[in-house]
């Protein structure tokens, strides 16, 4: 049968839901059908969820962990029933601070080796912020094959600019497709961006213009939040 799960954010802590086939709360999950998890002790918010092949649920979430400048990328981990996963990363949960200020996940995809890919951003100070992309190995470890230890950020524009990565897609060949928006500091508007890196997590200068495409014709606001490829693989 198939099930369907939800996502619901609340202020202080992360929820999910798991529905039958038939609509209804699947009570053999967590408690009644709802598990809540304050992940962080503090405040959390889930932003995507990715289901693993053996049933496993990974939610890639923003939480005000320890020693945190307000806001980390967390990712945790849940077994089909409902409990924590504390095989994963520490005791259930991986996350991410960057020392230089807030940073937050958008994004979360399972790759066909059952590594984790999570994409965000990372605040860099003022108004600049870099994209970010997070690869951890099946055991919620960072991937020390993938970027710096398991992190690959850069900025889309050399002198700097606001950018957040809003979503992921992988190729055939295993590359690595980045959406989401840029905007210069003097600009007033965001304009479309979509990066390409290689699985190493090194950026595909074959892609576009150094492996960045930026699209705005008519100079108005503009994001990507949703990749797919057509029959062709473009």
């Not at 320890?66 to 077994?79: A, C, H, L, T, Y």
């Not at 958008?106 to 790759?111: A, E, S, W």
């Not at 100070?125 to 710096?148: E, K, M, R, Y």
């Not at 990066?195 to 492996?211: A, E, H, K, V, Y």
């Amino acid at each position: 049968m198939k099930k369907y799960i939800v996502l619901i954010i609340i202020s202080c802590l992360s929820t999910l839901v798991l529905f039958g086939q038939a609509g209804e709360l699947d009570i053999g999950f967590a408690d009644n059908g709802i598990l809540e998890w304050d992940a962080s002790g503090a405040f959390d918010r889930g932003q995507a969820i990715a289901v693993q092949p053996d049933g496993k649920i990974v939610v890639a979430l923003n939480g005000a962990f320890p020693n945190s400048n307000g806001s980390d990328i967390g990712v945790v981990r849940i077994n089909e029933d409902g409990s924590h996963d504390t095989s994963f990363g520490n005791e259930g949960v991986y996350f991410y601070s960057n020392p230089s200020g807030l940073d937050a996940a958008t994004d979360v995809i399972i790759l066909e080796d059952e590594k984790i890919l999570v994409s965000g951003w990372i605040s860099q100070g003022g108004a600049f912020s870099d994209f970010v992309v997070i690869q951890l190995n099946t055991d919620g470890t960072p991937d020390a094959s993938f970027g710096t230890e398991g992190v690959k950020s850069w900025s889309i524009f050399e002198d700097g600019s606001a950018d957040i990565a809003n979503c992921l897609a992988v190729t055939e060949e295993g590359k690595i497709l980045v959406g989401g928006q840029s905007r210069l500091p003097l600009d007033s508007y965001h304009s479309n961006v979509i990066c390409r890196l290689n699985p190493d997590g090194m950026i595909d200068s074959t892609f576009g213009s150094n492996g960045i495409y930026i699209w705005n014709p008519d100079n108005t606001p503009k994001e990507t939040h949703k990749l797919d490829f057509a029959d062709d693989g473009r």
